[in-house]
């Protein structure tokens, strides 16, 4: 097929133009400096996938590897440095567990920082650059006392969490850096991000669900499989739950170590001086693909990890978002200062040791940042990139029967008027329980009057209650109705407290059906608000709609914008060693429909 030709940029643009502060600051490099990569050889054979006993090996050499080469980075497979000890091999002996191990060091190649300015030269040099000045960009991380999570690419400033006890959680302020080479030239790219982390462990919460009746290792795997947890000592390593073993716990569970064959128990005390006080409770399992491509289970004790995100339910408690908020979405001056602060850390010399001391930096010997940058020729220009950017005029809203309405500054609106596609609700289920009976006839009068407003019809639906307050009775009430009153256009919920639990199970079950079903769920406590209830239940009323496809409202199309235009979103997502692309586009000529 032949695709359209890119659009011509506009000759006589639309809006203001401004400057705008971008999070990329430029990288300057001492180009007269050279960097030598030498490849390293073990012999007896080490797979390279084992990288934690190779850097052991070369660690435990540092003070001898270091008077040879004066300084250098070793990733575990290259080792990098600005010395040129010439082609001959440099071999290296230790002992590890009874083993002797010989390390041979011999140049590969030379790189030039400023190669990577020129990918098309020498493509291989340009990635080596790139990687060298990332783990550069690293060092400087942790030589400014910050904790890696995991293999995320984000370090956080433990020193530096917020507490909320209201709440139990602590928000740790952190980083995720990148180097890239774009058109402003060689950048690093600074995110603040934040990590939200629960007091709770998950030992807690697991022996809460096991306390259940029913199925409790049914109910504990639905709830843990696919969550994030962090462990609580360490380097704070971030694992996804992929199944629990509750054939095992830390004092069956052995694995081999350099002393010989232990059980979790006894490793974590010897290793970490963590005793555990439960010695029988299952234990989690993660599942990792090494590099070789092969699957490994790796298994955790429950009590020495905590849940990270928000605790459920606090998404709908406004006071504690509130307060999270302060945290988590700072303004575009807060993060440019947090940016400046960290490039601050970057060029100190006198980081304190004691004041950012943690448990998981305490253990390192670590070189000065300042240093570190002096020492390898690198500059960061403290300076943000700026482009220059454009404020379009905004557009108008056009809503039902020829109405009109101009966008607020802010981009938020509300209406009561007639939207542009009023599509009548006359065949869905309400599902409640007995308890509800009376919210459920009040929110079914209120909808009535609110769905006027804008136009709807909406008749009486067909009342299912339920026999319990759990997802398999609100399936179950929802199975049997279907029987005699098949293809609804929507089923709605109303979920009694706790409510989370049901909503996931409620929704992973109407997604999956071979006949999908369209679903809106409401919690019980929010229809007892009887003040604000035509309010809820006009948005209620809207949300549905626009689930159904139905417009609500449209854009008034900036000029010169063909009708046959498409708005696209893309955005990719990497979980549990998986990438997924997300996709939506509009298809209709108001951008008012998407797929």
Not at 586 to 593: C, E, G, I, L, N
């Amino acid at each position: 097929p032949e695709f359209p030709p890119r659009p011509h940029l506009a000759t006589n643009p639309k809006g203001t133009k401004v400057k705008l502060s971008t999070n990329f600051f430029s990288i300057k490099l001492k180009t007269e400096n050279y960097i030598y990569v030498y490849s390293v050889k073990y012999v007896e054979d080490i797979p390279q996938n084992n990288t934690p006993l190779r850097k052991r090996l070369v660690n435990g050499l540092r003070k001898e590897i270091d008077a040879k080469f004066q300084k250098f980075i070793f990733t575990g497979i290259n080792l990098f440095s600005p010395k040129d000890l010439g082609t001959d091999p440099i071999v290296f002996k230790t002992v590890e567990n009874k083993v002797e191990y010989l390390i041979t060091f011999q140049i590969a190649h030379r790189i030039s920082l400023d190669d990577i300015k020129y990918q098309n030269k020498d493509p291989s040099k340009a990635q080596t650059a790139n990687t060298f000045l990332n783990i550069i960009i690293k060092s400087l991380l942790m030589a400014s006392r910050m904790v890696p999570v995991g293999r995320t690419g984000k370090y956080l400033l433990p020193g530096e969490a917020k507490s909320l006890p209201d709440y139990g959680i602590d928000i740790c302020p952190g980083y995720k850096t990148s180097v890239k080479l774009c058109e402003g030239g060689l950048l690093l790219e600074v995110d603040y991000t934040s990590r939200i982390l629960s007091k709770t462990s998950t030992y807690v919460k697991l022996k809460e669900l096991m306390s259940r009746g029913g199925n409790p290792q049914a109910e504990a795997k639905a709830y843990f499989i696919g969550r994030s947890v962090i462990a609580w000592y360490g380097n704070k390593q971030n694992y996804i739950v992929s199944d629990i073993d509750f054939t095992t716990n830390p004092d069956k569970y052995e694995f081999d170590t350099q002393e010989g064959r232990v059980s979790m128990f006894t490793y974590l005390q010897k290793k970490y001086n963590l005793k555990l006080s439960d010695r029988k409770l299952p234990l989690l399992v993660c599942t990792k693909k090494a590099k070789d491509g092969k699957e490994e289970k790796i298994y955790l004790a429950p009590e020495i990890f905590g849940l990270t995100g928000l605790p459920d339910g606090m998404r709908e408690d406004f006071h504690a978002m509130k307060q999270i908020a302060v945290y988590t979405k700072l303004t575009p001056d807060q993060r440019t200062d947090k940016m400046n602060m960290l490039l601050k850390k970057f060029s100190s010399l006198s980081i304190d040791d004691k004041k950012e001391e943690h448990e998981a930096t305490k253990k390192r010997t670590l070189e000065q940042p300042g240093k570190i940058m002096k020492d390898w020729g690198i500059e960061i220009d403290p300076h943000p990139k700026e482009v220059e950017g454009r404020i379009l005029p905004a557009v108008g809203i056009k809503l039902g029967g020829g109405a009109n309405m101009e966008m607020p500054p802010n981009g938020q609106f509300f209406f009561k008027q007639p939207i542009v596609t009023p599509l009548p609700r006359d065949k869905w289920i309400l599902v409640h329980t007995g308890k509800d009976k009376v919210n459920a006839d009040a929110f079914v009068d209120t909808l009535y009057s609110a769905s006027k407003t804008f136009g709807i019809t909406v008749d009486f639906p067909k009342y299912a209650e339920t026999r319990g307050v759990r997802a398999k009775d609100f399936i179950e009430a929802t199975d049997s109705i279907l029987k005699t009153y098949p293809n609804p256009q929507m089923v709605v919920f109303i979920l009694p407290p706790p409510s989370v639990e049901e909503y996931r199970h409620i929704k992973k079950w109407a997604t999956t059906l071979a006949s999908p079903l369209l679903t809106q769920c409401i919690k019980s406590k929010t229809l007892g608000n009887q003040k604000g209830l035509m309010a809820i239940c006009s948005k209620i009323i809207l949300q549905i709609t626009s689930k159904r496809n139905g417009e609500l409202w449209r854009v008034t199309v900036p000029e010169g914008v063909p009708k046959k235009t498409m708005m696209v979103g893309i955005d990719v997502s990497r979980e549990g060693g998986s990438t997924f692309l997300g996709f939506a586009s509009s298809y209709d000529p108001f951008f008012s429909k998407y797929f």
